[in-house]
């Protein structure tokens, strides 16, 4: 059973930034895919960014050129690291992993964390 738990969250005044970590119970990476998503009050579940087993990363077009997504093989962690950030990147954060090359929900989800963009 694939763990997964995120860290780093917390509040952030517009333009700033945070880095985001979602740290595996096993080294997966070289069979899974993990994905970024979020899912802010009232609003459906979106998909934020990705990392392939190839290491090909995909990000959303609301977060291009702002976040980025990365990985540490030897620590089993990946980072999602948010700059510029604006209001409306105001949601709960969630890691999730599946098998193969795919950037859709698998069965593994972290708990999730709160980042919240306010002055």
């Known amino acids: 059973q694939v763990q997964l738990v995120e860290s780093g969250g917390g509040l952030v005044q517009p333009g700033g930034s945070l880095r985001l970590s979602c740290a595996a119970s096993e080294n997966i990476f070289s069979l899974y895919s993990i994905s970024w998503y979020r899912q802010a009050p009232g609003k459906q579940r979106e998909f934020v960014a990705g990392?392939?087993?190839?290491?090909?990363?995909k990000h959303a077009d609301s977060v291009k050129g702002r976040f980025t997504i990365s990985r540490d093989n030897a620590e089993t962690t990946v980072y999602l690291q948010m700059n510029s950030l604006k209001s409306e990147d105001t949601a709960v954060y969630s890691c999730t992993a599946r098998r193969g090359d795919s950037y859709f929900p698998g069965p593994f989800w972290g708990q999730g964390t709160q980042v919240t963009v306010s002055s």
């Open positions: 990392i392939l087993p190839s290491g090909t990363t």
